[in-house]
């Protein structure tokens, strides 16, 4: 049974925030993605993008054709519905990403760590990430959960620039960056796996409860 | 086609964005005044999401190499056809080899202009706006330069009549400088006094302001809760950072973020916010989702009241 309240607030003229809870939790992000794949898979009417967060769903829809009156309470009935079929969301898919470990804070992620390189390596590549969320710039997943003793913050000044397919890491979280951009995070390796093309259909390689595990190519 | 004859500092391809890709992290974009844009296509005879040019900063001209019509709007500017006095928000003729200058932006921040049949560059995500910060969409990912070839799109079956003009009264109140706004995902965290600062008090628009976000300077709103887990955010979003100083995200912003939205600008308004320059100042109003629903869909029709203007001069 799930007692939880569904909330939902405007985001502006075009959107619909639905709050699924107050305490972010894995579990609770789990419930989140489910009901984004569920909404997807709905094609409800004039529904632009769904975008899942850790503790809201935020829908984005076509405010010329449907109020946000209308909107909302048929999105909350939706996700009500998705709440009690959690178990028919499609399953989360499952991405190998192969990387060169020669990152140019590889040494530094090593000494602060207190471990070795080979370990830092062995400690990355030994779980399974989940996807909780995109944004930053266009393609970038933010995977959870590090290992503990890999957890770092992020560097004090971020770079001007860092190179597409730079694989990073912050705090509890890990990443590859899509495009060239600033970035604050330990740059531990790259890949050649493109994470965001906008010539491509889907653009962007991972998706929102995505699961990734690294591999090292030695 | 049109070519860049003389580029000012920003020029792009921009179109009414949305790419429908926010899931992916890719912002809405588009143009920052996206009912300009709109108002100059309908004047130029095409869709009012055809991919047109947005101008600011400074200076300078482009070269029709085919008779058409084209229509200016947004920022007020001195601008001149092969010499001859341009008029802002009227369908005007160009002939081939005519060159439209504009020597500057007298007031606002964003020009648009609008070809018939507008500017054909390749449609990336739905979209031929460019995002400068990925480096895709409109002509190769970035803003024009000088020799730029701009192509145009086929002329779309109708072609307004030169001097078609739209009034005044129904474009945004761009000289009140006040911005509506509804109760942002996160109102309820402020305190009511940080409500009344920031209902009470002028804002002005700092340096630092461009398609991203606009800072905001005036008084500082206590925010109660540093940052929060990510969410979504979109064009219009006040966010408070933790220094207190509001920031008004705009057209590129990113999709999520983690500070706390106080409140979320009224789209029918975006313009007059996007329109304002560093250094001026804007006043914000709070209103109902209902109401900002009712004045989005007013400009809809004023939308459409300006299109069927030309329509009509085209017979």
Same mark, same amino acid.
């Given at each position: 049974?799930?007692?939880?309240?569904?909330?939902?607030?405007?985001?502006?003229?075009?959107?619909?925030?639905?709050?699924?809870?107050?305490?972010?939790?894995?579990?609770?992000?789990?419930?989140?993605?489910?009901?984004?794949?569920?909404?997807?898979?709905?094609?409800?009417?004039?529904?632009?993008?769904?975008?899942?967060?850790?503790?809201?769903?935020?829908?984005?829809?076509?405010?010329?054709?449907?109020?946000?009156?209308?909107?909302? $309470?048929?999105?909350?009935?939706?996700?009500?519905?998705?709440?009690?079929?959690?178990?028919? +969301?499609?399953?989360?898919?499952?991405?190998?990403?192969?990387?060169?470990?020669?990152?140019?804070?590889?040494?530094?992620?090593? +000494?602060?760590?207190?471990?070795?390189?080979?370990?830092?390596?062995?400690?990355?590549? $030994?779980?399974?990430?989940?996807?909780?969320?995109?944004?930053?710039?266009?393609?970038?997943?933010?995977?959870?959960?590090?290992?503990?003793?890999?957890?770092?913050?992020?560097?004090?000044?971020?770079?001007?620039?860092?190179?597409?397919?730079?694989? +990073?890491?912050?705090?509890?979280?890990?990443?590859?960056?899509?495009?060239?951009?600033?970035?604050?995070?330990?740059?531990?390796?790259?890949?050649?796996?493109?994470?965001?093309?906008?010539?491509?259909?889907?653009?962007?390689?991972?998706?929102?409860?995505?699961?990734?595990?690294?591999?090292?190519?030695? | 086609?049109?070519?860049?004859?003389?580029?000012?500092?920003?020029?792009?391809?921009?179109?009414? #964005?949305?790419?429908?890709?926010?899931?992916?992290?890719?912002?809405?974009? #588009?143009?920052?005044?996206? =009912?300009?844009?709109?108002?100059?296509?309908?004047?130029?005879?095409?869709?009012?999401?055809?991919?047109?040019?947005?101008?600011?900063?400074?200076?300078?001209?482009?070269?029709?190499?085919?008779?058409?019509?084209?229509?200016?709007?947004?920022?007020?500017?001195?601008?001149?056809?092969?010499?001859?006095?341009?008029?802002?928000?009227?369908?005007?003729?160009?002939?081939?080899?005519?060159?439209?200058?504009?020597?500057?932006?007298?007031?606002?921040? =964003?020009?648009?202009?609008?070809?018939?049949?507008?500017?054909?560059?390749?449609?990336?995500? #739905?979209?031929?706006?460019?995002?400068?910060?990925?480096? =895709?969409?409109?002509?190769?990912?970035?803003?024009?330069?000088?020799?730029?070839?701009?192509?145009?799109?086929?002329?779309?079956?109708?072609?307004?009549?030169?001097?078609?003009?739209?009034?005044?009264?129904?474009?945004?109140?761009?000289?009140?400088?006040?911005?509506?706004?509804?109760?942002?995902?996160?109102?309820?965290?402020?305190?009511?006094?940080?409500?009344?600062?920031?209902?009470?008090?002028?804002?002005?628009?700092?340096?630092?302001?461009?398609?991203?976000?606009?800072?905001?300077?005036?008084?500082?709103?206590?925010?109660?809760?540093?940052?929060?887990?990510?969410?979504?955010?979109?064009?219009?979003?006040?966010?408070?950072?933790?220094?207190?100083?509001?920031?008004?995200?705009?057209?590129?912003?990113?999709?999520?973020?983690?500070?706390?939205?106080?409140?979320?600008?009224?789209?029918?308004?975006?313009?007059?916010?996007?329109?304002?320059?560093?250094?001026?100042?804007?006043?914000?109003?709070?209103?109902?989702?209902?109401?900002?629903?009712?004045?989005?869909?007013?400009?809809?029709?004023?939308?459409?009241?300006?299109?069927?203007?030309?329509?009509?001069?085209?017979?």
């Amino acid at each position: 049974m799930n007692t939880t309240t569904l909330r939902a607030h405007p985001l502006g003229d075009s959107a619909v925030a639905i709050e699924f809870g107050t305490e972010r939790s894995a579990a609770l992000l789990d419930r989140i993605h489910a009901a984004a794949r569920l909404l997807e898979a709905a094609g409800i009417p004039h529904v632009e993008d769904v975008v899942p967060a850790y503790l809201a769903l935020t829908v984005f829809y076509d405010s010329h054709h449907a109020s946000y009156g209308e909107m909302s $309470a048929q999105l909350l009935e939706a996700c009500e519905q998705t709440m009690q079929h959690t178990r028919d +969301a499609p399953s989360p898919r499952t991405y190998v990403i192969q990387v060169h470990y020669d990152g140019m804070d590889l040494d530094a992620v090593a +000494a602060a760590t207190g471990l070795s390189v080979g370990e830092v390596i062995a400690r990355h590549t $030994a779980r399974a990430y989940t996807v909780d969320l995109l944004g930053f710039v266009p393609g970038f997943a933010y995977l959870s959960e590090l290992h503990p003793s890999l957890q770092l913050p992020r560097r004090p000044e971020p770079r001007p620039r860092v190179k597409a397919g730079s694989v +990073a890491i912050a705090a509890a979280q890990t990443g590859v960056y899509p495009l060239d951009t600033p970035g604050g995070w330990h740059i531990i390796g790259r890949t050649e796996t493109v994470m965001f093309d906008p010539t491509r259909e889907p653009a962007a390689l991972l998706r929102a409860g995505d699961v990734v595990q690294f591999q090292s190519t030695g | 086609m049109i070519t860049v004859s003389r580029a000012p500092p920003y020029l792009a391809v921009q179109d009414s #964005g949305g790419r429908h890709a926010r899931a992916s992290g890719v912002p809405q974009g #588009g143009a920052m005044d996206s =009912f300009a844009l709109a108002a100059a296509n309908a004047l130029a005879g095409n869709p009012l999401d055809a991919a047109g040019l947005e101008w600011a900063l400074g200076g300078g001209s482009i070269k029709f190499e085919r008779d058409t019509v084209f229509a200016l709007s947004g920022a007020k500017v001195h601008a001149t056809l092969s010499g001859q006095s341009v008029a802002p928000c009227t369908t005007v003729y160009a002939r081939s080899g005519d060159e439209l200058a504009i020597e500057r932006i007298s007031s606002g921040r =964003f020009l648009y202009v609008a070809v018939n049949g507008g500017i054909e560059v390749p449609v990336v995500l #739905g979209s031929r706006s460019t995002y400068l910060p990925g480096h =895709f969409g409109g002509h190769e990912g970035r803003t024009l330069k000088h020799g730029d070839p701009l192509p145009l799109g086929a002329p779309p079956g109708h072609s307004p009549a030169a001097g078609c003009h739209c009034a005044a009264d129904l474009l945004p109140r761009y000289e009140m400088g006040i911005v509506h706004v509804t109760r942002g995902t996160h109102s309820d965290l402020f305190d009511e006094a940080a409500w009344h600062t920031f209902t009470d008090s002028e804002y002005k628009i700092a340096p630092a302001s461009d398609r991203t976000g606009y800072r905001l300077e005036g008084p500082s709103l206590r925010n109660p809760v540093g940052t929060l887990p990510s969410a979504a955010s979109c064009p219009g979003s006040i966010q408070v950072p933790g220094d207190g100083f509001p920031i008004a995200l705009m057209a590129d912003a990113p999709t999520v973020g983690g500070y706390p939205k106080i409140a979320v600008v009224a789209e029918a308004d975006l313009p007059i916010l996007a329109q304002r320059s560093p250094g001026e100042t804007i006043r914000f109003e709070l209103i109902t989702i209902e109401q900002s629903q009712r004045a989005l869909r007013r400009r809809a029709s004023d939308l459409h009241t300006i299109s069927q203007l030309a329509i009509r001069s085209s017979r």
